[in-house]
């Protein structure tokens, strides 16, 4: 049996009610066979896989708080510091009811490719908590925020572990949990990354995962000889994410006409107004039917849907599984040139197979939602340097990183002869670095 065969049945068996992590480990280890079986000896030995798929340490912790009616609450919160070979742990903070063990470390072993893919010195974790800030109350959320930071604040620092925002941390969350650390350590340190921008947050960070979809996107398409100038383009998600990749597609010349949260979708054949979508998400948090009542033209459908409609390039930008075989073989039919991942691991197994094989470009997410994360790690060379840079500087160096980012992909999988294959492009370009520092560190 092949080394990475014997790894996945280990991991298999060790990990077995954690699906969407044995989902992601299949996925990596599957597409690094050809690197791997070019060193398989030395791997072996030196055990790198076995190391690679088992987290340095993992946190779960009680989060008790006190709601407004005066009940206490409590919820669990999660943090993976998966590897650090690179760099200090760095990796977002997802709040939501669906959160558990398998879903933060699937998303800490994820980011530890993604974050070499950059370029720049980060680690891979994540962390968490089963909580929902939807719905609650300003001091509900200041309140669960800080009782988690209590905690967190144990295990994290500037050069130690840097936290982030993802599915339900914005920056007010990333607001409260800066305070509740500085409280409790009385030191002014860059423990987190999207912050404010009064209180060492970076310009651009914002937009940041967004934006560097649509510029590696665009430069997927440059390289097919292809632009973004009067594509459309679907996108899931009504989120960070989905809002600014759809302001930037906009910016590009493409129109995108969807839109989606997680009780229904809309169809804005006019182009979503991101105006208004700001509005309802980011101001007054309220679901699509607001938007689908302001925007004469514009379809709400409850349930999912975004992958019917006839589109040049999908953007998933939701969350994990989102876009399964039926979708695929929809996007297919309908003649969609390319597929790439703003959220993480949207597409499952079998769909990414069937968009490969039928011709369809697809950039995971590792590579494709990396420049929010990248965009972090410059906002910690600011808070190193004490420095602020402009918005057009930070955009800049994002620009380049993805540029950067697809060349690295689309070499590494020319390099094993499968040209094409982003999903192998990135795993191994992600992988080789880390392997090396891994090994030159030695067994620890
Ligand atoms: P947000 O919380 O801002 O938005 C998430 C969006 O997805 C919302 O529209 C939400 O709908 C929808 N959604 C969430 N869960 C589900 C679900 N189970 N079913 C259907 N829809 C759902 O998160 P982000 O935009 O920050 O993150 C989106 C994705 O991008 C995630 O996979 C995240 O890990 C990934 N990502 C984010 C980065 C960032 O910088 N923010 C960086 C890299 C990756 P509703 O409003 O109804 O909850």
């Given at each position: ?12 068996a060790k990990n077995a009610s954690e699906p969407e992590f ?423």
């Amino acid at each position: 049996m092949s080394y990475v065969d014997e790894v996945l049945e280990r991991v298999k068996a060790k990990n077995a009610s954690e699906p969407e992590f044995l989902q992601a480990v299949e996925e990596v280890l599957e597409s690094l066979k050809p690197a791997i079986e070019a060193n398989e000896e030395k791997y072996r030995k030196e055990a790198l896989l076995e190391r690679l798929t088992e987290p340095d340490r993992q946190f779960k912790f009680r989060v008790p708080w006190v709601d407004d009616n005066g009940q206490v609450q409590v919820n669990t919160g999660y943090r993976i510091q998966f590897n650090n070979a690179i760099g200090p742990y760095k990796g977002g903070l997802r709040l939501h009811p669906s959160v558990n063990t398998g879903i933060i470390k699937f998303l800490g072993f994820e980011q530890i490719f993604k974050n070499s893919l950059t370029g720049l010195p980060i680690g891979g974790g994540k962390g968490g908590a089963d909580f929902d800030p939807k719905g609650k109350s300003d001091r509900e959320v200041m309140a669960f925020c800080q009782s988690f930071m209590t905690e967190l604040g144990k295990y994290i620092g500037s050069d130690v572990d840097v936290p982030a925002g993802d599915i339900g941390t914005g920056a007010r969350e990333i607001g409260y949990m800066f305070g509740q650390y500085k409280k409790i350590k009385g030191t002014y340190e860059g423990v987190l990354t999207g912050k404010g921008l009064s209180y060492g947050g970076s310009l651009a960070r914002t937009e940041a995962t967004g934006y560097g979809l649509l510029y590696i996107t665009e430069e997927l398409m440059k390289c097919h000889g292809e632009s973004m100038e009067g594509k459309t383009v679907v996108i899931s998600g009504a989120g960070n994410v989905a809002i600014y990749a759809t302001q930037k597609a906009q910016q590009m010349g493409a129109k995108v006409v969807t839109c989606s949260d997680s009780t229904g979708w809309i169809y804005d054949p006019e182009g979503i107004d991101v105006a208004l979508l700001k509005e309802v998400k980011e101001v007054k948090r309220a679901r699509l039917t607001e938007y689908a009542a302001a925007r004469p033209g514009a379809e709400y459908h409850e349930g999912r849907g975004v992958w019917s409609v006839k589109c040049d390039i999908a953007l998933p930008c939701a969350t994990q599984n989102e876009l399964l075989i039926d979708d695929a073989k929809q996007l297919v039919a309908n003649g969609c040139k390319a597929v790439c991942e703003g959220a993480n691991m949207p597409t499952t197994i079998d769909a990414t197979k069937y968009l490969q094989e039928n011709g369809v470009w697809f950039i995971g997410g590792k590579a494709a939602n990396a420049g929010g994360v990248a965009t972090s790690a410059l906002e910690m060379s600011q808070n190193s340097e004490r420095l602020s840079w402009t918005f057009e500087e930070v955009d800049s160096k994002l620009k380049q990183i993805m540029i950067n980012i697809y060349h690295n992909i689309d070499d590494a999988a020319k390099r094993y002869g499968e040209e094409g294959n982003y999903v192998m492009g990135a795993n191994i370009a992600g992988f080789e670095k880390v392997a090396e520092a891994m090994l030159a560190q030695g067994v620890v």
